[in-house]
């Protein structure tokens, strides 16, 4: 079954530098989904990335998947508080689209003023 | 603004107590999941249902049941809470077919606390 790695665990960060959270697949992913949650509630969609490459923004937020589609990445830039909370990837478990999504055990994200 | 509503944000109920989680989304989704959070175990699927009456198995289902008799509406089960069920339960649902842009959308989640 396809497992998904994310890295850091956690993170802290001085507001207003970048950083960068990784998501490493054991599988092809056929769809990745970026998700956010803030503590103690549900995950809000970010983004979703589907061809090898692909890149995508949402304000100073960047997910890109590389061309082996086995790896993601999510940039944040300038970071502020606001972007505090903990980052989920999430993929397709089959190529044929099954609708099962599989997560990663997320990244616990800081933002210090 | 489209919904995924989760009937309590929080619980908290006694051991051996039958426990009812609802879940209704306004989407017309035909997807429907319930997942639970715990630290360090991230996200896992207890149950998920691709349509009215129908229901399958996820990865940790037991100790729980599903009913789903309508399309808005797929409900948790707990036969009769343990401690061990103490967690964070998020439900989500999603379009059939093919997942294209949004994947899931998420309710805000129940904390459960059994005592």
């Known amino acids: 079954s396809q497992e998904l790695e994310q890295s850091p665990q956690s993170l802290i960060v001085q507001e207003g530098k970048n950083l960068t959270i990784n998501c490493t697949s054991s599988?092809?992913?056929?769809?990745l989904y970026w998700y956010k949650q803030k503590y103690g509630e549900g995950l809000i969609f970010l983004m979703m990335?589907?061809?090898?490459?692909e890149e995508k923004s949402h304000e100073k937020i960047t997910a890109k998947l590389d061309e082996k589609k086995q790896q993601s990445s999510l940039h944040i830039t300038a970071s502020q508080p606001s972007h505090a909370g903990i980052y989920l990837c999430?993929?397709?478990?089959?190529?044929?689209?099954?609708?099962?999504?599989?997560f990663g055990k997320g990244t616990k994200l800081t933002v210090n003023p | 603004d489209v919904k995924v509503t989760q009937s309590s944000r929080y619980l908290v109920k006694r051991t051996g107590e039958k426990v009812f989680l609802e879940c209704v989304q306004d989407?017309?989704?035909?997807?429907m999941f319930w997942y639970r959070q715990d630290p360090g175990l991230g996200l896992r699927l207890i149950y998920f249902?691709?349509?009215?009456?129908?229901?399958e198995k996820g990865d940790i289902p037991e100790g729980y049941s599903v009913s789903r008799e309508k399309k808005e509406r797929f409900s948790l089960i707990l036969e009769s809470a343990s401690t061990n069920q103490t967690s964070m339960y998020l439900c989500?649902?999603?379009?059939?077919?093919?997942?294209?842009?949004?994947?899931?959308?998420f309710g805000s989640g129940t904390r459960l606390t059994v005592v």
């Open positions: 989500a649902s999603s379009f059939g077919g093919p997942t294209v842009n949004y994947g899931y959308t």
């Open positions: 599988k092809t992913l056929y769809g």
């Open positions: 990335l589907q061809k090898g490459g």
């Open positions: 999430g993929a397709d478990s089959s190529r044929g689209g099954s609708e099962k999504l599989v």
């Open positions: 989407m017309d989704h035909e997807n």
């Open positions: 249902s691709y349509d009215v009456k129908m229901k």
